[in-house]
């Protein structure tokens, strides 16, 4: 049975939910879908404006694509690059550089294959074949440690610069650098979680998560487990002698969190 589903929680400190997440089928083609969750950032004022802008706008620009371009996936490829491209030219010029801004990461499945955009640190995971699989890489100030072998992926989220994106849409032009990723549609499921999961529950645990809950209630028992529950989690002793960074324990329900899953009909 295909499952589509978003979901979102706004924490236990935000005042406000700046999380917008979507997943929909395209109105021509059912076969063709979009998910979508961009983050409004928190530390910059009214990050709901710049997530809900972006979110609609690509919904619309979605809605209006016909099939035959949707499922030419290099083409696509560039229209996406360029839309998203002008709506961050947009967006920064009608409320200015330096004021308001928002991660952004996307996936459009159609025919053959899957789309990954992203733009800043959420992130886009497959399960298949047991495995799970992170596609997207996180445009953060840390990335690079684990890209470069220096620090385990479920450790970047000590450092207290991980929050600290190097992408990102509004802001200012030049940071709205956009990476792609295309695969082929042989997965068991595909989601995408905002940093609110990702920084208080290890790949580990959601691997866990798969195998123990039922599909159509996975997706909410990420979101519960990264706001509700203490995963105990702890600096690890090697992360203080290595380096000389300042370090936090995330704690649970400190900032919003959202996701959205696509599991195709088998």
């Known amino acids: 049975m295909e499952l589509l589903q978003t979901r979102t929680d706004i924490g ?106 992203n733009v800043g640190d959420s992130r886009a995971y497959i399960y298949q074949k047991k495995e799970l699989i992170q596609i997207s890489e996180d445009a953060s100030n840390v990335w690079n440690y684990y890209k470069h072998g220096k620090v385990k992926k479920d450790d970047l989220r000590y450092f207290a610069s991980n929050s600290i994106v190097t992408s990102c849409i509004g802001i200012y032009p030049e940071l709205c650098r956009i990476s792609f990723t295309k695969i082929e549609n042989d997965y068991d499921m595909i989601f995408l979680l905002t940093d609110g999961v990702t920084d208080n529950i290890t790949d580990k645990k959601i691997k866990r998560l798969i195998h123990k809950v039922s599909p159509k209630y996975l997706l909410s028992s990420f979101i519960y487990e990264a706001v509700y529950v203490d995963q105990h989690l702890h600096i690890p002793r090697y992360l203080k002698k290595k380096y000389t960074e300042n370090y936090v324990v995330p704690f649970p329900g400190r900032d919003n969190a959202s996701g959205c899953i696509y599991i195709p009909e088998k």
Do not use: C, Y
């Open 12 to 117: 236990l400190v935000r005042e406000n939910n700046e999380d917008i997440v979507l997943a929909l089928s395209h109105p021509k083609n059912k076969a063709i879908k979009l998910l979508l969750a961009a983050d409004g950032m928190g530390g910059r004022e009214k990050g709901e404006i710049a997530s809900t802008f972006i979110a609609s706008s690509i919904q619309d620009w979605f809605i209006k694509k016909n099939s035959k371009t949707l499922n030419d996936t290099e083409k696509l490829e560039k229209l996406l690059r360029k839309h998203i491209k002008t709506l961050n030219t947009k967006f920064i010029k009608k409320n200015g550089q330096d004021k308001m801004g928002t991660t952004l990461i996307l996936a459009i499945v159609n025919k053959n294959h899957t789309l990954i955009a």
